[in-house]
């Protein structure tokens, strides 16, 4: 990014606004405070308001400005009182005024209860001015509240971005697995929807440190809510069934979620314990997610509802519970397991762009998936005003296995794959004062193993393993391991209006891996040596010094972090006798700076430079058979990534007007030290490796979004758009060639009650893809997408609903136009709350559905075989 750019972001976030504050006193014609008293800055008479206040208990208020105007109009306005307004100086100044009564004779008014009231960095949704008589759980009514996005995998955004906590009456219960609260608390159970913006989570650093993340806070009517829900269900065809039961209880002492999930419909009820945590300090260099290193060939899922597509039979049970010992002290049990069977039928058809050359490849797919997970959280957390503790034991074990039949052409390939994986992690953080300082404690230290096994056949790749030669069978077997600690200790002291908190700290990584591949023919069995076999140890430590500089007044909030990094890599392979020793000291700055500039406008800047290094995945000698047509080695030297990114925000919302936007802006570049290899064979068998060769990425983002809540048409509009470029250098059988990607979307939403009687929702995405490889243009990807669904309400306890979707690309020769229909009808009977509801699903009997997408160098075109015509009946209740 050029230096003339970077000015102007700093100058469109740095501008100089003359600041001023006013502040003082409202009273009334006895000298007695008046308590909830407007106070309006504008302009004039007719302006822009500049920005606002509420005098409190005490009668006293204060508004702070950023404008360079020499003269302002301040208007007081007090319920009972006549209108205080005056043209004021734009300067520092303490002002005491004196409202009179208001002897006018009022005019009949309607009251109305607030939609959407903000009271300082709270926003509160009221839940019964967007819940219409079809909504059920509270994720429903979510989904209308303008600034809130619930994305199609379960995560809510704010303003665009991702939610840092979901409290329930204040309480964290689920610790990122949200959805099983959102999609299971009843619509009915909650008075309001808060957004906690700027929530610092622990109270100790309220005072010290700013937040620019928002949290979530779910109000319940009823002080002590013991609740839940529960669905049976049955249809055909084939033979469907479901069933579900979850009991709920919220007090201030206890709060539980138990769920037990069961169907064949369709529903991947594995997403209600998808886990949306964010890291709560620094830079995660620990993954505790389920990571394969070998796998069969899947299909692209399709971009729509999974119960259109999935074939399977699933069964999820979790147990969520929190009890707080005393005042701020909870214990948290999270403990999850899931048992999924899946069957996916389909096949891709994938074009191979090569510089000299078009390969084609038709693949004829039936997989058959099998997932087993326990999945277990253990939290001990006390969070006081003068105290920080958070102990998290996190276990988890995954006992996955995969077969599948791929038929490309005139041979079939069988697949059998068991990837088993594991994992133990505690972190531990602690913050205590000593003297007039914040001392500080931090540990995170996990152990993941991971035993997996993939058998091919007939074998594959016979030039470069069996002297061109078939073999019967190939299996490569991995076994791997990782143990991760990282400690850190330091302080936090506040000087005037800087907060400064430097720390030290050391981690270590210890990984390991053997593998070997083996081929079996007549009988016999070759285990291949030389380049087929690794056995490798990774040994990676970081010593660190960290400085972290935090400024926080008014409307200004500034951070930067200012780690030094010592790194020691020692890697070594015994058995292909290679090894490489790397030491590195590091410079990775992060600066953040956010101004509020008027009461309803923000905007923020940030840069940082980041030096990555490659893991044990990245670093392997020997060749790994990672599917049935991949081989993938790295005989090369260890990867470093050096990174530069920079990002602006323009942020806007009004809640009183019900209006929120957000605009946003990123650039990133990227040095690397190798360029990535892909041989492709007239077969489409593809050997991947590292070359040793610097080269460069570039990538730019530009993102806007906006949405509005109509209260007099009952209607939330949502648009947004995306714009993105990237570009990077690709060897591609020996050539190097330079690949560009540009992605232009744009997406509609659309929630309304048209009448009492009638209510609408619709999406509409629209998306076009274009990739240069050197000199050749890619054939445009244009994709469309539409969903409307409509709501007829035959009585207050009764509606039929018709769902439609509408899919469109421009590259299939044949399915480009899908469509989709669905129709449902649902009784409530009012004696006892339960709804009755009968549906039909795929009601034009749409059999297949057709996904195109790319990558740098290939068109990949997903034909996946969908669910058949089906009728469902099931009975819901809530208790």
Same mark, same amino acid.
């Given at each position: 990014?050029?230096?003339?750019?970077?000015?102007?972001?700093?100058?469109?976030?740095?501008?100089?606004?003359?600041?001023?504050?006013?502040?003082?006193?409202i009273?009334?014609?006895n000298?007695q405070?008046?308590?909830?008293a407007?106070?309006i800055?504008?302009k004039?008479?007719?302006?822009?308001i500049?920005a606002?206040?509420?005098?409190?208990?005490?009668?006293?208020?204060k508004?702070?400005?950023?404008?360079?105007?020499?003269?302002?109009?301040?208007?007081?306005?007090?319920i009972?009182?006549?209108t205080?307004q005056?043209?004021?100086?734009?300067?520092?100044?303490?002002?005491e005024i004196a409202?009179?009564?208001?002897?006018?004779?009022?005019?009949?008014v309607?009251?109305?209860?607030?939609?959407?009231d903000?009271?300082?960095?709270?926003?509160s949704?009221?839940?019964?001015?967007?819940?219409?008589?079809?909504?059920?759980?509270?994720?429903?009514v979510l989904?209308k509240?303008?600034?809130?996005?619930?994305?199609?995998?379960?995560?809510?955004?704010?303003?665009?971005?991702?939610?840092?906590?979901?409290?329930?009456?204040?309480l964290?219960?689920?610790?990122?697995?949200?959805?099983?609260a959102?999609?299971?608390?009843?619509?009915?159970?909650?008075s309001?929807?808060?957004?906690?913006?700027?929530?610092?989570p622990?109270k100790?650093?309220?005072?010290?440190?700013?937040?620019e993340r928002?949290?979530?806070?779910?109000k319940?009517?009823k002080n002590?809510?013991?609740?839940?829900?529960?669905?049976?269900?049955?249809?055909?065809?084939?033979?469907?069934?479901?069933?579900?039961?979850?009991?709920?209880?919220f007090?201030?002492?206890?709060?539980?979620?138990?769920t037990?999930?069961?169907?064949?419909?369709?529903?991947?009820?594995?997403?209600?314990?998808?886990d949306?945590s964010?890291?709560?300090?620094?830079?995660?260099?620990?993954n505790s997610?389920?990571?394969?290193?070998?796998s069969?060939?899947?299909?692209?899922?399709?971009p729509?509802?999974?119960?259109?597509?999935?074939?399977?039979?699933?069964?999820?049970?979790?147990?969520?519970?929190?009890?707080?010992?005393?005042?701020?002290?909870?214990?948290?049990t999270?403990i999850?397991y899931l048992?999924d069977a899946?069957?996916q039928?389909?096949?891709t058809?994938?074009?191979?762009?090569?510089?000299?050359?078009?390969i084609?490849?038709?693949?004829?797919t039936?997989?058959?998936?099998?997932?087993?997970?326990?999945?277990?959280k253990?939290i001990?957390?006390?969070n006081?005003?003068?105290?920080?503790?958070?102990?998290e034991?996190?276990?988890n074990?995954?006992?996955?296995?995969?077969?599948?039949?791929?038929?490309?052409?005139?041979s079939?390939?069988?697949?059998?794959?068991?990837n088993?994986?594991?994992?133990?992690?505690?972190?531990?953080?602690?913050?205590?004062?000593v003297?007039?300082q914040?001392?500080?404690?931090?540990?995170?230290?996990?152990y993941?193993?991971a035993?997996?096994n993939?058998?091919?056949q007939?074998?594959?790749?016979?030039?470069?393993?069996?002297?061109?030669?078939n073999s019967?069978?190939?299996?490569?077997?991995?076994?791997?391991?990782?143990?991760?600690?990282?400690?850190?200790?330091g302080?936090?002291?506040?000087?005037?209006?800087v907060t400064?908190s430097?720390?030290?700290?050391?981690?270590?990584?210890?990984q *390991? %891996?053997?593998?070997e591949? +083996?081929?079996?023919?007549?009988?016999?069995?070759? &285990?291949?040596? =030389?380049?087929?076999? @690794? #056995?490798?140890?990774f040994l990676?430590?970081?010593?660190?010094?960290?400085?972290r500089?935090?400024?926080?007044k008014?409307?200004?909030?500034?951070?930067?972090?200012?780690?030094?990094?010592?790194?020691?890599?020692?890697?070594?392979?015994?058995?292909?006798?290679?090894?490489?020793?790397?030491?590195?000291?590091?410079?990775?700055?992060n600066?953040?700076?956010?101004?509020?500039?008027?009461?309803?406008?923000?905007? *923020? %800047?940030?840069a940082n430079l +980041?030096?990555?290094?490659g893991d044990m995945?990245? &670093?392997?000698? =020997?060749?790994?058979l @990672? #599917?049935?047509?991949?081989?993938?080695?790295?005989?090369?030297?260890?990867?470093?990534?050096?990174?530069q990114?920079?990002?602006?925000?323009?942020?806007?919302?009004?809640p009183?007007?019900?209006l929120?936007a957000n605009?946003?802006?990123?650039?990133?570049?990227?040095?690397?030290?190798?360029?990535y290899s892909?041989?492709i064979g007239?077969n489409a068998a593809t050997?991947f490796?590292?070359?040793?060769?610097e080269?460069?990425?570039?990538?730019?983002r530009?993102?806007?979004?906006?949405?509005?809540y109509?209260?007099k048409?009952?209607?939330?509009?949502?648009l947004?758009?995306?714009?993105s470029i990237s570009?990077?250098?690709?060897?591609?059988?020996?050539?190097?060639?330079?690949?560009e990607n540009?992605?232009l979307?744009?997406k509609?939403?659309?929630?309304?009650?048209?009448?009492?009687?009638?209510?609408?929702?619709?999406?509409?995405?629209?998306?076009?893809?274009?990739t240069?490889?050197e000199?050749?243009?890619?054939?445009?990807?244009r994709?469309?997408?539409?969903?409307?669904?409509?709501?007829?309400?035959?009585?207050d306890?009764?509606y039929?609903?018709?769902?439609?979707?509408?899919?469109?690309?421009?590259?299939?020769e044949?399915?480009?136009?899908n469509y989709?229909?669905?129709?449902?009808?649902?009784?409530?009977?009012?004696?006892s709350?339960i709804?009755l509801?009968?549906?039909?699903?795929?009601?034009l009997?749409?059999?297949?559905?057709?996904r195109?997408?790319n990558?740098?160098?290939a068109?990949?075109?997903?034909?996946y075989?969908?669910r058949?015509?089906q009728?469902?009946?099931?009975?819901?209740?809530?208790f």
């Open positions: 990014m050029n230096k003339t750019f970077l000015h102007f972001l700093m100058l469109i976030s740095l501008s100089g606004y003359a600041q001023s504050s006013l502040f003082g006193k009273l009334d014609e000298n405070t008046l308590s909830g407007t106070v800055v504008s004039d008479t007719t302006g822009t500049l606002y206040g509420i005098s409190n208990g005490e009668g006293d208020f508004v702070n400005l950023h404008t360079e105007v020499d003269s302002l109009f301040l208007k007081i306005s007090y009972g009182y006549r205080w005056q043209r004021i100086q734009n300067k520092d100044q303490r002002l409202l009179s009564p208001s002897s006018e004779a009022l005019k009949e309607l009251v109305e209860s607030k939609i959407i903000h009271r300082g960095d709270t926003i949704y009221s839940v019964s001015a967007f819940k219409d008589q079809k909504d059920r759980v509270i994720a429903d989904k509240m303008p600034g809130i996005e619930i994305l199609p995998g379960g995560q809510i955004e704010y303003q665009g971005e991702p939610i840092q906590k979901y409290y329930i009456e204040g964290d219960l689920l610790e990122g697995r949200y959805s099983l959102n999609n299971n608390i009843s619509a009915d159970d909650v309001k929807v808060q957004i906690l913006e700027n929530h610092q622990v100790l650093l309220d005072s010290l440190e700013f937040s928002a949290s979530l806070n779910i319940l009517k002590v809510t013991v609740s839940g829900s529960a669905e049976l269900g049955a249809g055909s065809s084939p033979l469907l069934w479901k069933s579900k039961v979850t009991p709920m209880l007090t201030k002492q206890n709060q539980a979620i138990v037990y999930q069961a169907n064949n419909t369709g529903s991947d009820v594995s997403r209600e314990i998808r949306f964010i890291a709560d300090f620094g830079r995660e260099e620990f997610s389920k990571s394969d290193w070998l069969i060939r899947q299909l692209a899922e399709p729509f509802s999974q119960e259109r597509w999935l074939d399977n039979n699933v069964h999820l049970g979790s147990a969520n519970y929190l009890i707080r010992l005393k005042k701020d002290v909870d214990l948290k999270n999850s048992n899946q069957q039928i389909g096949n058809q994938t074009r191979f762009f090569t510089p000299t050359d078009t084609d490849l038709l693949e004829r039936n997989n058959d998936l099998f997932i087993n997970s326990l999945q277990s253990f001990l957390e006390k006081t005003d003068d105290d920080y503790l958070k102990n034991l996190e276990i074990g995954f006992w996955d296995s995969q077969r599948g039949n791929i038929g490309t052409g005139n079939q390939i069988r697949q059998r794959l068991s088993p994986f594991s994992v133990i992690r505690n972190k531990l953080r602690l913050l205590k004062p003297g007039k914040l001392v500080t404690f931090r540990s995170n230290t996990g993941t193993e035993n997996q993939l058998q091919v007939p074998g594959q790749f016979e030039a470069r393993l069996n002297n061109e030669d019967a069978e190939m299996q490569q077997n991995i076994e791997a391991s990782t143990f991760f600690s990282d400690n850190t200790a302080f936090t002291k506040k000087i005037k209006e400064v430097p720390e030290v700290g050391v981690s270590v990584k210890n *390991s %891996l053997g593998s591949l +083996s081929i079996f023919d007549n009988n016999e069995d070759e &285990v291949l040596g =030389g380049d087929f076999q @690794n #056995n490798l140890d990676s430590s970081r010593f660190y010094a960290t400085s500089f935090v400024y926080k008014d409307n200004w909030n500034i951070r930067l972090t200012t780690p030094v990094n010592y790194r020691s890599f020692a890697i070594e392979d015994a058995t292909l006798n290679e090894a490489q020793d790397l030491n590195h000291l590091t410079f990775e700055p600066f953040y700076i956010k101004n509020k500039f008027s009461a309803f406008w923000e905007t *923020s %800047l940030s +980041s030096n990555d290094f995945n990245q &670093v392997y000698f =020997g060749f790994i @990672n #599917n049935y047509r991949n081989l993938q080695n790295y005989n090369s030297p260890l990867p470093e990534n050096f990174s990114n920079y990002s602006w925000q323009l942020r806007f919302r009004n009183l007007k019900s929120f605009l946003s802006y990123s650039f990133g570049r990227t040095k690397r030290n190798l360029l892909n041989q007239q050997i490796e590292a070359v040793a060769q080269n460069y990425a570039n990538s730019h530009l993102n806007i979004k906006g949405s509005k109509f209260s048409l009952n209607t939330t509009l949502s947004g758009s995306s714009y570009n990077r250098e690709q060897l591609l059988n020996g050539n190097l060639a330079d690949v540009q992605n979307g744009f509609l939403d659309l929630e309304s009650e048209i009448t009492d009687w009638l209510s609408a929702s619709y999406t509409g995405n629209f998306s076009f893809l274009q240069r490889f000199a050749r243009n890619f054939d445009e990807i994709t469309q997408q539409h969903e409307l669904d409509l709501f007829f309400y035959l009585a306890n009764q039929f609903s018709v769902d439609s979707e509408y899919y469109f690309n421009n590259i299939s044949e399915n480009r136009n989709f229909l669905n129709v449902s009808y649902q009784y409530t009977f009012k004696d709350g709804d509801e009968a549906s039909w699903n795929n009601v009997n749409t059999d297949e559905f057709v195109v997408s990558t740098d160098f068109y990949v075109q997903s034909t075989r969908l058949p015509s009728v469902l009946v099931s009975l819901k209740f809530s």
